[in-house]
C-alpha cells in the first residue's frame, strides 16, 4: 500500500538548480528516515542525503555542502535542494524510505521508482 511519489528532476545547466520533492502515502505509522540515493550507469547506488526522525542528516562526500535535505513531517514528505550542480551530478535519483506499518512492527524499507537528473555542460 506504501508508495513514494517523486518529482522535480529534469534537465538543468552547470551551476543551476533544482528541487527533488518525494511523498510517502499508504497505511504508515511512522517514518524513520526519509532520504535521496543516486545510482550513474555501472556504478553503485550511492547516498546523496537522508533525514531520520530525530532531525539528524547524512550527506554524501561529493554534496560539499551544495545540497539541503529537508522534511514536512505532517505531510510525509521530504525535500532536497540542489545547488551548483555539476555534470558529474547527472544521474537516476530515487527516493527512499524506512518506516512502519503499525505500532511495534519492525521497519520495512521502500524505494521510489527514480527520477532523471542531468546537468549540462
Known amino acids: 500500500q506504501v508508495q513514494l511519489v517523486e518529482s522535480g528532476g529534469g534537465l538543468v545547466q552547470a551551476g543551476g538548480s533544482l528541487r527533488l520533492s518525494c511523498v510517502a502515502s499508504?497505511?504508515?505509522?511512522?517514518?524513520?528516515?526519509m532520504g535521496w540515493y543516486r545510482q550513474k550507469p555501472g556504478n553503485q547506488r550511492e547516498l546523496v542525503a537522508r533525514i531520520f526522525s530525530s532531525g539528524t542528516t547524512n550527506y554524501g562526500d561529493f554534496v560539499k555542502g551544495r545540497f539541503i535535505i529537508s522534511r514536512d513531517t505532517a505531510k510525509n514528505t521530504v525535500l532536497l535542494q540542489m545547488n551548483s550542480l555539476k555534470p558529474e551530478d547527472t544521474a537516476v535519483y530515487y527516493c527512499?524510505?524506512?518506516?512502519?506499518?503499525?505500532?511495534?512492527?519492525?521497519?520495512?524499507?521502500?524505494w521510489g521508482q527514480g527520477t532523471q537528473v542531468t546537468v549540462s555542460s
Open positions: 499508504g497505511s504508515i505509522f511512522s517514518i524513520n528516515a
Open positions: 527512499n524510505a524506512v518506516l512502519s506499518l503499525a505500532y511495534g512492527s519492525s521497519t520495512d524499507t521502500y
